[in-house]
């Protein structure tokens, strides 16, 4: 299996401590649509992932710090709603099971977009859990100083 740098698209799991901890929660509404469009202008309106130019998606992107236990946000990228899903496919497999996403086309989205078989996607989605369990047995705290003239 590639490892995570050769993947396009990997799954990213936020810690269970984290869960609605993020830029867009702290900004008020109009703030984050303001920055939405930012983000899709500096991304050119498509896809960082996979270049699709419709349904994008403002996608935070997080380092972990595993010994203090803080993340850290370092960007925020334009991307389509299918590599979001794919990028939080915890949250997919919930809406998933509730009818409201077809996660069959997410793992064949993965599989197109990192030209890879469904044992790639396996391997890496169940890596993806386990780093989540790891991290989900501590409290997260936020590192939001890339951003903090956003937060005034």
């Not at 490892?3 to 396009?8: A, D, E, F, P």
């Not at 994008?56 to 709603?81: F, G, M, P, R, T």
């Not at 809406?95 to 077809?102: D, L, M, W």
Request: one cysteine or more.
């Amino acid at each position: 299996m590639p490892n995570n740098k050769k993947l396009k698209l990997i799954i990213e799991l936020v810690p269970a401590s984290s869960w609605q901890n993020n830029l867009r929660s702290l900004l008020k509404p109009q703030m984050w649509e303001n920055l939405r469009k930012e983000v899709y202008k500096k991304n050119n309106y498509k896809c960082v992932i996979c270049g699709a130019g419709e349904k994008l998606h403002a996608h935070e992107v997080w380092e972990y710090d595993d010994e203090k236990h803080i993340q850290k946000l370092v960007n925020l990228i334009a991307i389509c709603s299918k590599c979001h899903a794919v990028e939080h496919i915890g949250l997919a497999g919930i809406q998933a099971s509730q009818g409201k996403v077809n996660f069959e086309n997410l793992v064949k989205h993965f599989m197109k977009v990192n030209n890879c078989d469904r044992e790639t996607f396996e391997k890496h989605q169940k890596e993806a859990f386990k780093k989540f369990e790891e991290r989900s047995r501590f409290d997260w705290g936020l590192d939001l100083s890339n951003y903090k003239n956003r937060l005034k």
